[in-house]
T-cell receptor, first 110, second 115 residues
Framework: DAKTTQPTSMDCAEGRAANLPCNHSTISGNEYVYWYRQIHSQGPQYIIHGLKNNETNEMASLIITEDRKSSTLILPHATLRDTAVYYCIVSGYSNYQLIWGAGTKLIIKP | DTGVSQDPRHKITKRGQNVTFRCDPISEHNRLYWYRQTLGQGPEFLTYFQNEAQLEKSRLLSDRFSAERPKGSFSTLEIQRTEQGDSAMYLC?????????????FGPGTRLTVT
């Protein structure tokens, strides 16, 4: 079973920040938080990952709470092309596989 | 294009036939993964290779499924005696490094329809 909990769906207005929450209350100390997204009919795309510090790259920011039991993916200026299913995954450094849940379907509205 | 490629993109087959899918990973990536994805669900891990060694195959769905990566480059996934329940998207991904799942780069997938 997936070790994360995400809302089934969310809407966001184009140009606004999209904030996608994820709960991972059973995360252990050596497990990373990964975010991927999957645009319709395409393979998943890696977005970002982090351990305990906040992370930012050209696509998004990842905010991890101090107790590491939840995180938020932030798309700072959402566009229509960001409409996709977003997956939050936790996995240890020594793991090779990712356990995927059903993700959050994010719809960006004009 | 230097991304992960998969061939074919679509496959329609009759129940009982064998099918084989190919995956070409990013050239410098030594890890290769196969996943299956059904409608409305996230990808389901099947197997993975570190170079040519298949280090995990217990998640392959049945003994009708097998995978190879003979020279540590491209990989094939074969399904023998296909069943209608095998209809799904089959995804391949690759990643660098020896530890951790790291960021995985996915191909576009092969959509299998078994009639």
């Amino acid at each position: 079973d997936a070790k994360t909990t995400q809302p089934t769906s969310m809407d966001c207005a184009e140009g606004r920040a999209a904030n996608l929450p994820c709960n991972h209350s059973t995360i252990s100390g050596n497990e990373y938080v990964y975010w991927y997204r999957q645009i319709h009919s395409q393979g998943p795309q890696y977005i970002i990952h982090g351990l305990k510090n906040n992370e930012t790259n050209e696509m998004a920011s990842l905010i991890i709470t101090e107790d590491r039991k939840s995180s938020t993916l932030i798309l700072p200026h959402a566009t229509l092309r960001d409409t996709a299913v977003y997956y939050c995954i936790v996995s240890g450094y020594s793991n090779y596989q990712l356990i995927w849940g059903a993700g959050t379907k994010l719809i960006i509205k004009p | 294009d230097t991304g992960v490629s998969q061939d074919p993109r679509h496959k329609i087959t009759k129940r009982g036939q064998n099918v084989t899918f190919r995956c070409d990973p990013i050239s410098e990536h030594n890890r290769l993964y196969w996943y299956r994805q059904t409608l409305g669900q996230g990808p389901e891990f099947l197997t993975y290779f570190q170079n040519e060694a298949q280090l995990e195959k217990s998640r392959l769905l049945s003994d009708r499924f097998s995978a190879e990566r003979p020279k540590g480059s491209f990989s094939t996934l074969e399904i023998q005696r296909t069943e209608q329940g095998d209809s799904a998207m089959y995804l391949c991904a690759s990643s660098p490094g020896r530890f951790g799942p790291f960021e995985q780069y996915f191909g576009p997938g092969t959509r299998l329809t078994v009639t």
